[in-house]
């Protein structure tokens, strides 16, 4: 504002004082952003940051979800944790269908984006075909595959023409679970490699072709290596999202942990010991842990992709 | 004039045909069998639907006769009507709707600002903020499902919409994607604007909203599924039929009675489909948007 004032009055320096504005504006520009951070944080600092501060303290108290007075008890719940045979249990099953889930995702994935890629009519089909469980709500996919694998009226053992009984024998109860989850989930892996198949340039494969590399030679040269961040990028995905496995479990079990426990996945133990024992202290220092496993992972991942890039260069 | 629109008319005839030819290229054996194979691989992912389907049309006592068959024998709209007729079934749609509406345009618009005022600007305290957001990468309802509730219940907020709608509506991950969106677009086209005396709100919403257009579409579509499908938290913070969410009350409610299996299948169609149609007309900005908002995880 002053510059434009002290333009019209001093007419020689005119230039140079606009100058000066224009770049003085152009600072300004950029500068003083608080508000249009200001709502997110707002929202941030409420339903992220207070719940991860009051779930810290709340895992050294003794409450419980009616609000009872409650007591500084130390780490009494995290000692607590550590010998609960539950926790452990609960963390092996989620462990288990992550080990189980993610090897089985990416293979799937990255084969049906092949598949995909290659054939030449009809891309939408094969698209929508792949892609359109993983639209469907969670409740829903559960729901379908535990009425799949009813062991009399189900399609499962029909089609097979076994009797296995899916859903309450505890050997068979958390592959039901991986089965219907792979169904339900790899549409969105197989996006992502899908879109990058397509970004591989068609130029190094038909080099390849003309120094007489043949189909087998041009996937493992070119294309595994071309896809090899976005494997990582898959892997690291599905590791985050399995570990927090939750809604296909507890659907497909009736809400219930499943024959002898053996589908209680950590998510359904802390909800159990929040909501059912109303033990909101214990919760949340269990809480706490998970989100320590959840972080490590993610840093690991941050740090593994930070050491490749100073090991590219 | 005449002869003028008379070469354009052929020039776009001639396009068409020579890209109906790339189309219609001659079927070799490779394809013959890709096909195949990508047709029987597309039926063992349909036909998980198709049952659903099936089942929903066959009357209840035919869902659980033994032994079990595809087709119906009498096809009847039984489950579909009773779902309409005694469930909370419209209910639960109208509230899936209003909620996933609702968190789309918040994270939308204050997902932008926040964005591109990481992006963008310089204050105080933004490097620390920038890390609090990265942290906020690894905190889901699923983590801190207990101590986020006992937030909501001090808020008074249980068994209402903004209970459903605020917490869906900080997603750490959409801000920061667009954030780095943000840092791609070249400086010099605000920098001009600015010299031209234009302030700091209308560059944004003049130049660089709508040359994001792309990535907010992709981060929108991706948000709008999410919340259409999200189930633990609704779960958690609703214990009310009239205000659940299709996935909460089809979960809770039809499987609490012992369970119809048509209906439910109906119920679980009634969820699924709306997106599935969408998906069938919206499918290459669906597609873009939900491979862009993954790969920017990179």
Known sequence: ?313 | MSTAAQTRVNTRKAARRTSGRATRRPWTPSQIVLTLLGAAVSAVFLAPLAWALFTSLKSETEAVEVPTHWLPKDWTTQAWSAIFETGNITNWFVNSLVVSVCVTAVVLSVGALAGYGFARTEFRGKGFLLGLVMTGLMVSPAVLGVPLFTTVQQMGMVDTYWGMILPQCAPAAMVYILYKFFQGIPRELEEAAFIDGAGRWRVFFTIVLPLSRPSLAAVGIFTFIASWNNFLWPYMVTNNPDLMTMPNGIATVMNSYGIQWAQLMAGGLMAGLPLIVVFVFFQRQIVTGVAHTGLAGQ
């Open chain 1, 1 to 313: 504002m002053t510059a434009t004032s002290a333009q019209t009055v001093i007419a020689p320096t005119r230039a140079r004082t606009a100058a000066a504005g224009a770049t003085v504006r152009r600072k300004q520009g950029f500068q003083h952003g608080g508000w249009f951070v200001a709502p997110f944080l707002a929202l941030f600092a409420l339903f992220v940051i207070w719940p991860l501060l009051r779930g810290l303290y709340l895992s050294f108290t003794d409450a419980n979800i009616s609000g009872d007075a409650t007591s500084f008890i130390g780490l009494d719940n995290y000692r607590e944790a550590l010998d609960d045979p539950l926790v452990w249990e609960s963390l092996g099953h989620s462990a288990y269908f992550t080990l189980l889930v993610v090897p089985c995702i990416t293979v799937l994935a990255f084969l049906l984006a092949m598949l995909a890629h290659h054939i030449e009519r009809g891309k939408w089909l094969w698209r929508l075909c792949f892609f359109a469980p993983f639209l469907l709500p969670s409740t829903v996919a559960a729901n379908l595959w535990q009425w799949l694998f009813n062991p009399g009226t189900g399609m499962i053992n029909h089609v097979f023409g076994i009797e296995t009984a899916w859903l309450t024998d505890k050997s068979y109860a958390m592959l039901a679970v991986v089965v219907c989850t792979l169904w339900w989930t790899v549409g969105f892996s197989f996006l992502l490699y899908l879109a990058a198949l397509q970004g591989i340039p068609a130029h190094l494969y038909e080099a390849a072709r003309l120094d007489g590399a043949n189909a087998w030679h041009r996937m493992v040269h070119i294309t595994l290596p071309m896809l090899r961040h976005i494997t990582g990028l898959v892997i690291a995905l599905q590791i985050l999202a399995s570990l927090q496995v939750f809604d296909q479990a507890v659907v497909m079990m009736d809400f219930l942990p499943g024959p002898e426990g053996s589908t209680r996945t950590f998510v359904q133990y802390t909800l159990e010991e929040g909501f059912t024992s109303y033990r909101v202290g214990y919760a949340s220092a269990i809480s706490i842990i998970f989100f320590v496993i959840i972080a490590a992972v993610a840093l690991a991942r941050m740090w593994l992709l930070r050491n490749r890039e100073e090991g590219g260069r």
